[in-house]
């Protein structure tokens, strides 16, 4: 199945997990950059409220794809503002799968929501994946929040 990892990472964290999946998957992966890069006070309050940011094109072919992989690190228990605005450029019969990537707690909260927004693209949720993110001599590890 031709996969596409797309992944906002602000820290550094969720662009090295999504690096590990596009090798161990094969997959094709590119990173969400915004226009403007907003305050992170304000990019928190924003992505509570599911507000969408202006990012730069995306340069995969979305077509081309029948899989694509979300990730996004969580700010306030939601996926970051650009998560919104990359599912609203979802094309239609896609398979999604999301995966939120914390060093504190999940996404319980706001995982229904992510999923209504990417099923209203057309598109089918085929995982949905909380991850909680850790250094470990440098490198980031992850294990499952249940």
């Not at 992966?29 to 599911?50: A, C, D, P, Q, Y």
């Not at 990359?86 to 992510?114: C, W």
Request: aromatic letters at 4%; hydrophobic letters at 40%.
């Amino acid at each position: 199945m031709k996969t596409a990892i797309l992944y906002y990472s602000r820290s550094g964290n969720t662009k090295a997990l999504a690096a590990k999946k596009a090798e161990e998957l094969g997959a094709d992966i590119e990173e969400l950059i915004e226009i403007k890069k907003t305050l992170m006070l304000v990019g928190l309050f924003r992505s509570m409220r599911r507000k969408k940011t202006e990012i730069q094109p995306i340069k995969l072919e979305l077509d081309d794809y029948e899989k694509i992989i979300i990730m996004s690190p969580v700010w306030a228990g939601h996926p970051v503002s650009a998560i919104n605005s990359v599912i609203e450029r979802l094309p239609a019969g896609k398979k999604v799968e999301l995966i939120m990537v914390s060093t504190g707690g999940g996404t319980n909260e706001s995982a229904e929501g992510t999923k209504a927004l990417v099923a209203k693209q057309g598109c089918e949720v085929v995982g949905y994946t909380d991850l909680k993110a850790k250094r470990n001599n440098g490198d980031v590890i992850a294990e499952v929040i249940e």
